[in-house]
């Protein structure tokens, strides 16, 4: 048996172009030669990662912190809030 705890990096024999590290006896493929034998892509994909939206009343109090107007209109409170005011759909006020 292999020691596989050194995680050699060996060629996909599937491929035969891609290489992946062997840190685990079930490890035979490349991850892109494993997830095609799946019927699988990348999960990023199909599966966006899907950030959940800062609540309102959250955002509303964000910028009220960030405001420029509380920082000596410097850059940074401009750029944030002007962040803030677009994830917020634009709107000022
Ligand atoms: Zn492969």
Known sequence: MTDFHSG?????PTCKTRTFIQ??????????CYL?????TAPTAHYPVMIDPIEPGMLRRLIQLCHPDKHQCSEASNTATRYLLALKGGKHG
């Open 23 to 32: 840190d685990a006896p079930w490890k035979l493929q490349c991850v892109t």
């Open 36 to 40: 095609a034998r799946k019927g699988k």
């Open 8 to 12: 050699a990096r060996v060629i996909c």
